[in-house]
């Protein structure tokens, strides 16, 4: 079993839907990432938390510590989200590397 | 102010011979980070970097990886004696190097052993 799983693996939508990709963990971390690649592109970071919820733009994320699991979701899908979304964690103890789990294709259809 | 910046974009390579690869990571940023994204795969750890640190070598998969980073600045990755298991995407990533950093990837060396 891997130590980062994400759901759905794929998911495809229509333009304007509220997406939500889940993540889940089974050790402990000091802070998990959602991470953005396009196509052929390189990959940027969306968030990087440790607690709680996060909000940029039409992008939020949220994190329980206690049931080791995460969700991002997107408001008012667009085409241009089109990407894979890929969930990391990092350990404790300055275990500074990130273990990743296997990335949700979304596809958003005008 | 500039990203982390990888060279070459591509590499083909002929199995059997060594192939460097060189991370550029932004400047100030103490902590660098080598990943490697295979055909098909998810991203995996290869080495880390830490100031003055002895490097985190846990996530090499065989002797014929090293890497160094010189002068806590530029780094470089070689693959010995490569193989057509090594072709893969390898990503090199660096953060301030505090204990929750975020990291800034760069886009990519993508190797192909033929």
């Known amino acids: 079993k891997n130590e980062v799983e994400q759901s759905p693996q794929n998911l495809t939508a229509q333009e304007g839907e509220f997406i939500t990709i889940n993540c889940s963990y089974s050790v402990g971390i000091s802070a998990l990432h959602w991470l953005q690649q396009h196509p052929g592109g390189g990959i940027v970071s969306l968030f990087m938390?440790?607690?709680g919820k996060k909000k940029h733009g039409r992008l939020i994320a949220t994190i329980n510590i206690q049931e080791k699991h995460s969700s991002l979701h997107i408001t008012a899908s667009h085409p241009r989200d089109s990407a894979v979304y890929i969930c990391?964690?990092?350990?404790?103890?300055?275990?500074?590397?990130?273990?990743f789990g296997q990335g949700t294709r979304l596809t958003i259809n005008p | 102010g500039a990203g982390v910046s990888q060279s070459p974009s591509n590499k083909v390579t002929e199995k059997g011979k060594d192939v460097e690869l060189r991370c550029d990571p932004i400047?100030?940023?103490?902590?660098l980070y080598w990943y490697r994204q295979s055909l098909g795969q998810g991203l995996e750890f290869l080495i880390y970097?830490?100031?003055?640190?002895?490097?985190?070598k846990s996530g090499l998969p065989s002797d014929r990886f090293s890497a160094e980073r010189t002068g806590g600045s530029v780094s470089t990755l070689t693959i010995q004696r490569t193989q057509q298991e090594d072709s893969a995407v390898y990503l090199c990533?660096?953060?301030?190097?505090?204990?929750?950093?975020?990291?800034?990837f760069g886009p990519g060396t993508r190797l192909t052993v033929t």
């Open positions: 990533a660096s953060s301030l190097g505090d204990r929750v950093g975020e990291q800034y």
């Open positions: 990391a964690v990092r350990g404790y103890q300055g275990a500074q590397k990130l273990v």
């Open positions: 400047s100030g940023h103490t902590a």
């Open positions: 970097f830490q100031g003055n640190s002895a490097p985190d």
């Open positions: 938390l440790s607690s």
